[in-house]
């Protein structure tokens, strides 16, 4: 059965295979850390801003600083799913 | 190659695997929260040993509750081992039925192994707070345990879920002996592993959810007694929600039992281009909604949780409190529709044109994969992180209420960036399934 299956593949459809799976286990990965560490920073901060309202301003752009460099990582995934998507042959 | 290996061997083996499956990933949820319901006593007796034989006495009945996932996952493993089921084999060498009704089992336990972990872990949970809120009123105990049980038998039910489509994949999905190994052969093995994988994954989330919710009502009860009717009503309210995602995995889990089925073509010939294709889609669509649940549900557990927490501490607020716990928990809810919305495009918009090689299909089988993969786990930490915003959130405006305004407006905006890679994620999806090839 594999045989069968196998005689009309070549190397490069297994790359471009690689490729495609590639880009979604990327993307699918990198979302997971971004998204719980900018949503533990959004909770600590409305406490927070609860906690010392006149604050507010500090603290909604210290959240800001917080989520933006957790969001890093997840840029670079997205970044690296893109190359394997249109840069990679 | 030389070895020589049957049909009866193939069918006999899935057996095998799939019980493993079934009563190994089954006891992962069961042993842990039984632990942590053990937990719950050691700390209740640490603090008032005169009251041990009460704190054993509810960890016992918590622990049999969490026990009972298990022995969900037992029951599919013994009958998997032991119960003759009509395999129509034939007499030698391998076919195509074979190994369709050999992944039927192997699927089977999956759905059951998976879809336990959720309910033993968030039963578990259950059992722990209901002794801390007995440590904390003692005259309680009768209400306490009332709603400790019947937050038990929601957090149970994805678990029921899992059973039912277990069963099915066990007993009903079959297919009659053929002979060689077709592409409706193909078809109906991702059929029954796409069932198998989106239900049992996609219960873990919703249920570990529902036990959050529940091991948060029974302190706020303790604490604020007077209110038990609104505090039990926010709770079922916020089970309800955080119920939606194994709701989803079991509707793709059916539409793939019961509307999906190979084409005459398909049953007529070997594996064809388009049969490795679809045998991508519906995979993929299963692995979308599969894991595309389970940070959701646990976030919904978190914001249903902080809810009831923050009406005991608040009860005036009560009225805002639940309008913005749902508003939260539709923020919360996107990530997973996403992951419903990439899984039915699998399921029932991309289609390979009927000629198509099988160095295409190759492509294909790939970019649906990824693309199921890319947005099923791409949803996991928004939806965590989103119904922790919330939780915040709801203890915030609970605490200082007068600033509901800037809790909210920072909740919305830490819940939109947050929101940001469950984005990406869908992005890339889309990209996969419409500009490549």
Known sequence: MLQDVAQGISGQDLVTAARYLGAGICMGFGAIGPGVGEGITAAYAVQAIATNPEQQGVLVRTMFIGQAVAESTGIYSLVIAIILLFVMK | ?437
């Open chain 2, 1 to 437: 190659m030389g070895l020589e290996f049957s049909g009866e061997q193939l069918i006999t083996l899935s057996r095998y695997l799939g019980a493993a499956f079934s009563m190994g990933l089954a006891a992962i949820g069961a042993a842990i929260g039984i632990g942590i319901a053990a937990s719950g006593a050691l700390v209740g007796i640490a603090a008032q040993p005169q009251r041990q034989g009460e704190f054993v006495r509810t960890m016992f009945i918590g622990q049999a509750v969490a026990e009972s996932a298990a022995i969900y996952g037992l029951v599919i493993a013994l009958v998997l081992l032991f119960v003759p089921v009509e395999s129509n084999l034939q007499g030698t060498g391998v076919h195509g039925s074979d190994w369709v009704n050999g992944m039927s089992f192997i699927a089977g336990g999956l759905a059951m192994g998976l879809g336990a972990i959720g309910a033993g872990l968030g039963i578990g949970i259950a059992a722990k707070s209901a002794i801390e809120s007995l440590l904390l009123r003692a005259e309680l105990s009768g209400v306490v345990l009332r709603t400790m049980f019947l937050g038990m038998a929601v957090a149970e039910s994805p678990a029921i879920y899992s059973l039912v489509i277990s069963l099915m994949l066990v007993f009903v999905v079959w297919h009659p002996p053929d002979v060689g190994f077709s592409g409706g052969d193909l078809i109906e093995i991702a059929r029954s592993l796409g069932a198998g994988i989106a239900m049992g994954a996609g219960a873990i989330g919703a249920a570990m959810g529902i036990g959050i919710i529940a091991s948060k009502t029974l302190p706020s009860i303790a604490r604020q007694p007077a209110k038990q009717g609104a505090l039990v009503r926010t709770m079922f309210l916020s089970m309800a929600v955080t119920e939606s995602p194994a709701i989803y995995a079991l509707v793709v889990a059916s539409i793939l039992i019961f509307v999906v089925s190979p084409s005459e073509a398909s049953w007529a010939s070997a594996v064809r281009g388009v049969d490795l294709s679809d045998f991508g889609k519906y995979l993929g669509g299963a692995i979308a909604i599969g894991l595309g649940t389970v940070g959701t549900g646990i976030g919904l557990g978190f914001a249903g949780g902080g809810a009831v927490e923050a009406i005991a501490r608040n009860p005036e607020k009560e009225g805002t409190l639940v309008r913005t716990m749902f508003v939260a928990m539709a923020v919360a809810e996107s990530p997973t529709i996403y992951a419903l919305v990439i899984s039915l495009i699998l399921l029932f918009v991309v289609a390979a044109p009927e000629g198509m090689g099988i160095a295409a299909s190759v492509h294909d089988f790939a970019r649906y994969l990824g693309a199921g993969f890319a947005m099923g786990a791409g949803a996991i930490g928004p939806g965590l992180g989103i119904g922790a915003a919330a939780r915040g959130a709801l203890l915030s405006i609970a605490r200082a209420p007068r600033h509901e305004g800037a809790i909210v407006r920072t909740m919305f905006l830490g819940m939109a960036i947050t929101e940001s890679t469950s984005i990406y994620a869908l992005v890339v999806a889309f990209l996969l399934l419409f500009a490549l090839k």
